[in-house]
């Protein structure tokens, strides 16, 4: 296997091996790769930060009618979690189908899960 | 500042037409539009075009020429694309040109196809309105994306589906007599309560369907229609466009459209009014809680208070503040590309008093319209005036 890695692969690479990050700017402020410039000042220095071990889920849904790719997966639980200055959107996993134990504010940790199609960002309760 | 006037509207039935491909579609609105306004077709300068996934549906990029050739045009025509607003721009655009006097009259217009295929492929497709990387590798679905809005609305600001479901049975019972909108049914709140759910807290009934159709508008400028006397009553007066961050994780707050704010700031300075001079609105309704995010970001509604609405009967056919007459996204039917300038052909039938709800509006002077592409991060707000 020798597919061109992107950026954004090798991002997904970091936050499965437990070492996710987010780009900085000198002014301070945060975003995700891939970028060239801040998106916030258009500032060309970026440095990586750690990202946070620790989010929290800021809102949720049921993915009830998935597109044809996620079909044998639905229904799923999806979020939108920040972690620090930044947020990422993913997966909930051990959590009731139902989202009847989310709610705004959980905690979570971030991973990744493979299947033979795709690669995505999880979160897990903590 | 130089106004714009719609001298002729024109839309197709929005519905499902398994018979007719978009550029019948495109045709027949196009033509409608033309004959509405007694503009001979050879003063046409340019076709401002919308569509969204014509790829998709079709096989079919490159529509302009396509289009020009339905509308029986040889001119420059040109095909916008910003998802669900991709017509709201060409309209834009179109306004632009011609104040800047490079065009007298131009056909503006929108086409989208989508009942053709199983709505687990326009789920893809309008999914690609969004992040790819971010947010579409997620299973993230646009009913999925607005659902994390109003879930976080619910959360911050206490509404429930309950509320919501009001606005669906407005929009509803709006479009009964609308002989162009998808659904002429009146539904209940427990209707919608009851709907299945598509991603939580969005039910079948909180979403605008999946619809086939076109719309189109002819604009010309204060001077042609002077010269040619054309009988062209409704204006635009003022046009404004927002963007903001693709993806909703990336946004300060799940519960703003910043960009709609922005845009509505520019079309009402650019028109030289505000919101309290609004007399009615077409909103981006394709979800309920999209109509409760449009009320906040034009100015009619403080943060958080939206969503009463609806329920209070303010934005009602009786109320203060009629939203969505025509039935909206949500009882109109919801093809994409067409939508935008659906809203203006809309809004000039109920100012110009051939509507079938302009009799609910018979005094209104000044409307306007929100449209929004994915989830806000691109929007056109245009405000229409009665001028003469």
Known sequence: ?126 | MTSVRIAGVGMTPFDSHPERTGRELFGSASNEAIDDSNVPRGDIDALFYGNFMGAFAEGQNHQGPLMADAAGLSVPATRFESACTSSGVAVREAVSKIRGGEADVLLVGGMERMTNEPTSFVTEALATAGDELYEGRAGMTFPGAYALMANAYFAEHGATRADLAEIAVKNHAHALENELAQYQREISVDDVLEAPLVADPIGVYDASPITDGASAAVLVSDEYARERDLDAPVSITGTGQGTDQLALQDRASLTRTPAAERAAEEAYADASIGPDDVDLAEVHDCFTIAEVLALESLGFYDRGTGYQAARDGETTRDGDLPVNLSGGLKAKGHPVGATGTAQIVELTKLLRGDHVNSDAVSDAETAITHNAGGTVASVTVHVLEVVA
């Open chain 1, 1 to 126: 296997m020798s597919e061109p890695r992107t950026a954004f692969d090798s991002f997904v690479d970091a936050l499965a091996a437990g070492e996710g990050y987010f780009l900085e700017c000198s002014n301070g402020h945060a975003s995700l790769p891939p970028r060239h410039v801040c998106p916030d000042c258009g500032d060309a220095s970026l440095e990586r930060r750690s990202l946070p071990e620790r989010g929290e889920v800021e809102s949720h849904t049921i993915i009830r009618v998935p597109a044809p790719q996620f079909e044998a997966d639905a229904p799923y639980p999806l979020a939108i979690a920040s972690f620090g200055p930044v947020r990422l959107t993913g997966r909930l996993e051990n959590v009731d189908p139902d989202g009847g134990d989310v709610e705004v504010g959980l905690p979570v940790a971030v991973d990744v899960r493979e299947t033979d199609d795709h690669r995505f960002v999880v979160f897990t309760p903590q």
